[in-house]
């Protein structure tokens, strides 16, 4: 089980501890639901990277969860920030990162956006046909053109980001055509991008889009007289979200690709990756207050103080999670209970089937893997406040995101008296 939890988690005197801190002590001092990101593990992983592609710019993916804070550690690693609206942007600004290590996304760039990526100095990636003339107006010098290699991934559909009928990027000739209309226009055309998906447990996939990358830079230097000197291969490697998972370790997913890039690349280009759950996601650790347990209809519940608004991924991609009592982590398990969130819906369940000593109110519950694509996509459903993030290490705890309160969700509301 610990596997899937961050590099410093441990068990001591029956407790899980992250970061050199106890489960107790952090629920004590922040509350529950909690949000616990183990540093040793962004920054790990960021090695890790740096070590298989040791000469490619690595950016991290700023969707999986955008902190200042993270975005901080990050790029002490030398780590820069794919983003893709203004608030992300602005996340990254805040961190300090340089626009030199911004790549500025999205499928439906305002004129707004172009003009503060363009403001920022970081590299736009083309995405529609109509860019070229818009970038231009807005002052953007540098970019990238998304080709869409027809490649579909191995992953839930709704994070396959290649096939032909994805809603990203461009085909072949209409990214020939992007590349033609934006150099001619003076914009700096630096090279080719492509995603294939999120949550890869294969490099397969993404080895057939390089191999389709090739084709489109032949076709370019044949028809344009244009050489790309950056090949942007995305990011999208899995993690581990439960003990029977089977996902590469970054090192075998990462250097088949460089070597591939090598041998259809001899001459020198900037080779570009954009992780963002293999940076994050294992690093972050939820814990939970159990509340009601019951039984109905045959079924063992445990309810939580949290659920769906502050990670919607079962319910969005089936998503499947592991748990431990953190307070009694040393305890074998001897059931088998289905972990219910407070919200309103029947659907609002974070795990079907999780084993577990029979849980009692108060004891709290621990959710590995969930430092991507949870918070981040989290939301106020019920009028419930987000939770609360600290990031650990070498035993100590800061907040990197106060918990919300419920002024603060009446701040915004219209109806409210001055």
């Known amino acids: 089980m610990l596997r899937l939890f961050p590099d410093s988690a441990r068990i001591d005197a029956g407790e899980l501890h992250l970061g050199g801190v106890a489960a107790s002590r952090l629920s004590a001092e922040y509350g529950t639901p909690l949000l616990v990101y183990c540093e040793e593990t962004i920054r790990a992983q960021a090695r890790a990277y740096r070590e298989a592609a040791p000469d490619a710019l690595i950016i991290y993916g700023t969707k999986a969860f955008a902190n200042v804070a993270l975005l901080r550690v990050l ?23 340089p626009g030199e290590r911004i790549l500025f996304h999205g499928n439906n760039k305002s004129d707004e956006e172009l003009r503060a990526a363009a403001e920022a100095g970081s590299t736009v990636v083309l995405d529609a046909e109509d860019e070229p003339a818009r970038a231009t107006s807005a002052g953007v010098r540098r970019a ?14 709704s994070i396959q980001t290649a096939h032909d009928e994805s809603k990203f990027g461009l085909s072949a000739d209409g990214a020939l055509r992007v590349v033609d209309e934006a150099r001619t226009l003076g914009i700096d055309v630096a090279g080719v991008h492509f995603h294939v998906g999120s949550q890869l447990a294969r490099v397969d996939e993404s080895l057939l889009a390089v191999e389709r990358l090739a084709g489109f830079c032949e076709r370019a230097r044949a028809e344009l007289g244009w050489t790309p000197q950056v090949l942007d291969i995305g990011g999208g490697l899995g993690i581990r979200y439960t003990r029977d998972s089977d996902v590469p370790e970054i090192a075998d997913f990462v250097r088949p690709l460089v070597s ?67 307070n009694r982590a040393d305890e074998l398990a001897d059931g088998v209970f289905r972990v219910a969130g407070k919200h309103c819906e029947t659907g609002d369940v974070l795990i079907e089937a999780a084993e577990l000593p029979h849980p009692k109110r108060d004891d709290l519950l621990a959710v590995p893997a969930t430092g991507a694509y949870t918070l981040a996509m989290g939301s106020n459903y019920n009028g419930v406040p987000r939770p609360a993030v600290v990031l650990v290490r070498n035993g100590e705890a800061r907040v990197i995101r106060r918990r919300e309160t419920l002024g603060d969700l009446l701040r915004y509301d219209a109806g409210t008296l001055d």
């Not at 002490?76 to 609206?85: C, F, R």
């Open 75 to 97: 790029a002490e690693e030398g780590v820069g920030a794919d983003v893709s609206t203004l608030g992300e942007l602005a996340f990254a600004q805040e961190a300090g990162i």
């Open 144 to 157: 990238l053109v998304r080709l869409t290699p027809g490649v579909e991934a191995v992953t839930h559909r």
């Open 260 to 326: 591939l890039l090598r041998e259809r690349w001899p001459d020198s280009v900037q080779l570009v990756l954009e992780p963002g759950r293999s940076l994050v996601g294992r690093a972050g650790v939820t814990l939970y207050r159990i509340g009601v347990v019951k039984q109905s209809g045959g079924v063992s519940f445990v309810a939580i103080d949290g659920g769906m608004s502050d990670n919607p991924r079962p319910q969005l991609y089936d998503a499947r999670y592991e748990a431990l009592l953190a």
